[in-house]
């Protein structure tokens, strides 16, 4: 079974996804940050480690580039997007990205496997895009309302002299 695993979160998650897979062998790329490529090589001769040439984030554009260029062309098994949570929130760009290599499960911290689908992924995205400004104005709105009800209770506590303090 061909598997790519894309290290987005710390070498122990990537140790502990290796020994969960039953070790980490020729059939096994992992994809990774220049900085790290030296590590990853020694600690698995023989995986194939595959460098991320960009620094910061992965993107989903630049992740379908590398897929285009021939180093992930051809289509993995499984794509493993370790994660440093349960649910994989957080790891939006990388799951976003990781479809244009094959069916992606997330390897969280609990050390379980846990698919995702094109479809949640999608919706969690754009709720995240829909939602974070309506929250936002949520959240303003409440305050304006609460500052409007306090001053009206305030103005009608020094109108009938039941201010605080006040005997």
């Given at each position: 079974m061909k598997t790519l695993i894309i290290r987005s979160a710390s070498m122990e998650r990537l140790d502990a996804c290796a020994a969960a897979l039953g070790?980490?062998?020729s059939e096994t790329d992992i994809l990774t940050h220049a900085h790290l490529i030296q590590g990853i090589t020694n600690n698995y001769p023989a995986a194939a480690v595959v460098e991320y040439p960009h620094t910061g984030d992965f993107s989903p554009a630049r992740m379908a580039r590398l897929a285009r260029m021939g180093k992930l062309a051809r289509r993995y098994d499984k794509v493993v997007v370790l994660t440093g949570n349960l649910s994989g929130a957080g790891y939006m760009n990388v799951l976003r990205g990781a479809f244009c290599f094959g069916p992606v499960e997330i390897y969280n911290i609990n050390g379980e496997f846990r698919p995702?689908?094109?479809v949640a992924v999608a919706g969690e995205f754009w709720g995240r895009i829909i939602l974070s400004p309506a929250l936002f104005f949520a959240t303003i709105l409440a305050f304006a309302i609460g500052g409007v009800v306090l001053l009206g209770c305030a103005g009608d506590n020094a109108q009938?002299?039941?201010w605080p303090g006040k005997k």
């Open positions: 070790g980490v062998g995702k689908s094109r009938r002299g039941t």
